[in-house]
Structure formats: structure tokens, C-alpha cells
């Protein structure tokens, strides 16, 4: 997914290496064309590096997965990943030194298995913002092990990456705990359907302007909706065919009011309508 930098202000950025924690890492920023916007520099490792003290095995059905740590400085329940030797795990709370998981374990894990934390951000400056740009890569590139490469804009307005909550959510359907799954990391699916969002917009369908956080928000509530389909079951199928029907038509509004990108730059104002190439009836199905 598209991660934003402002124009004139710049930015972080991250990605996360699924591989295991990487011991050092530098970033560089590419445009689109091929040209260097901004050269190597330092990247910032998450400095979470630690061991399990107590062996860790899959949790029962129904009860929480803990795992014991040696020490749990910098452990954040923000929807973060962590690899607890080769398994990706992510964080619900932290107590002391007891790390509760969002999700049971796949594998029993010893004595000293590592945890480590996998995020690596890095910082695209103001100069290198001075104007637009859409579609460069942000390279990050460990000591060891293959580099991992980011889409980054730079645009005018962004759209943040903590896009809704759980408000956002109870004003498509007021009472969602009543179905969410308890192994379900709550940070991070709010995340998802806000990139899911954003990729059904388009990046040059809002190019360097939009209609407000605001519209993109509500898109991104209902995207959280259909999303859950594959852990509500058939029960909740005509109720998600609604919402699922509710969003393509609140698409429709947002890609009608959302400016236009011309080749070389934007359109200032609304759009009024949605482009020919645009299949409506695909996110209504």
C-alpha cells in the first residue's frame, strides 16, 4: 500500500521484515522515473530484541496466548508485528514482563527462542518534498538478507495512516463486539481496511486533493465490514450483502467528488463522475 509524505514537510515511513530483525538497515527514495529523490541514509530498526524465559506453546481454544519475555521495553500493542523465532505474532497488552498475543501460537517455542521487533521506519526530509511526486520506491535495504521496496507519495494533503477507530466502525453497525473474533488484532484490521480503502479510491483519482478525511473514513468503516465476512459465516450474509451494497454506492459518490489527475498534474475541484474503466458493480456483487 501507497504510504503518504507532505508536501514541503516530508515524513516517516516504514516496512517490515517478516525475515527476522534485521541487524542494521539504509533507506533510499527512487522516483518513479528512475531518478534518485533522496540517497541512503540510515534507517531506524525497531530496537525490540529479546528471548522468551518461559517455553511458549499454543494456547487452548478459548484461552489467551502469553509468552513470557526477558525484557518487554519497547513492546507496543499498536498493531506492530514481532517474529518470535520464525513465527509473526503481534501484541495485545503487555504486563511486566508477560507479552499477551493477539492471536494462539502455530508452534511450541523453547527457552531463549529470540522476539524480536521487525518495523523499520526511515525519514523522507523536507527538501526532498519540495514538490509532488506519486509512485517512487522507498528501498529499505537490511545488512544481510534482500531489500524491500515501499510505494511513497508525496502529496499536498495525506490521508493518515490512523484513519478510523473503533467510533468509526459502531457508526456502520453500533454494536460490533458482538461478532468480532477474539483472535482478531482490532489495530491492525482497522489498518487494513483503510489501505483497502484507499486502493479502491486510487491514488490519481485524489491526487493532490480530496474531499476530506472525513469521506475517506466512512469508506474505510464499511471496507472494515466486508472484510469480516469470512469469520461471521453465512448467518450474516444478508446483512453484509447490505453493507457491501451501502459502500459501492458511497464509493460512487466519493470517486464523483474526488478531483481528477490530468497527466502532468491535477484538476482542481470535483471530478463529477466516476471514470469509464471504473467496474461499480464489481464492489456491489
Known amino acids: ?17 517478516l525475515s527476522g530483525r534485521p541487524a542494521s538497515c539504509v533507506f533510499r527514495l527512487v522516483g518513479s522515473n528512475g531518478t534518485e529523490l533522496q540517497a541512503s541514509d540510515t534507517a531506524t530498526v525497531d530496537p525490540v530484541n529479546t528471548t522468551i524465559t518461559v517455553a511458549a506453546t499454543p494456547a487452548q481454544v478459548g484461552a489467551e496466548q502469553t509468552v513470557t519475555v526477558a525484557d518487554a521495553t519497547g513492546i507496543a500493542a499498536d498493531g506492530r508485528r514481532y517474529v518470535l523465532d520464525g513465527e509473526d505474532v503481534t501484541v495485545k497488552s503487555v504486563a511486566g514482563l508477560v507479552v ?20 523499520v521506519t526511515a525519514t523522507v526530509d523536507a527538501v526532498t518534498c519540495d514538490e509532488e511526486f506519486w509512485d517512487a520506491r522507498g528501498i529499505f535495504t537490511p545488512a544481510s538478507g534482500n531489500h524491500q521496496t515501499e510505494a511513497i507519495n508525496c502529496a499536498t494533503d495525506i490521508i493518515p495512516l490512523q484513519l478510523i477507530g473503533v467510533q468509526d466502525i459502531r457508526d456502520v453497525n453500533p454494536n460490533p463486539q458482538m461478532s468480532i473474533a477474539r483472535e482478531m488484532n482490532l489495530p491492525r484490521s482497522i489498518r487494513v481496511a483503510r489501505d483497502e480503502a484507499i486502493l479502491m479510491i486510487g491514488v490519481h483519482q485524489r491526487a493532490a486533493k480530496h474531499i476530506g478525511a472525513a469521506a475517506f473514513r466512512r469508506l474505510a468503516a464499511f471496507v472494515w465490514w466486508t472484510q469480516r465476512r469470512p469469520e461471521y459465516g453465512e448467518n ?11 459502500m459501492a454506492q458511497y464509493l460512487a459518490l466519493v470517486l464523483g467528488q474526488s478531483p481528477q489527475a ?24
Do not use: C, Y
Open 1 to 17: 500500500m501507497s504510504q503518504d509524505v507532505l508536501k514541503g514537510a516530508g515524513g516517516v515511513v516504514e516496512t517490515e521484515f
Open 100 to 119: 499477551t498475543l493477539w492471536a494462539p501460537l502455530m508452534w511450541n517455542h523453547a527457552i531463549g527462542a529470540a522476539f524480536q521487533g521487525v518495523r
Open 236 to 246: 450474516w450474509g444478508p446483512e453484509l450483502d447490505k453493507v457491501e451494497g451501502r
Open 262 to 285: 490530468s497527466g502532468d498534474g491535477t484538476i482542481p475541484g470535483p471530478g463529477g463522475s466516476i471514470p469509464a474503466n471504473f467496474n461499480l458493480s464489481a464492489w456491489g456483487a
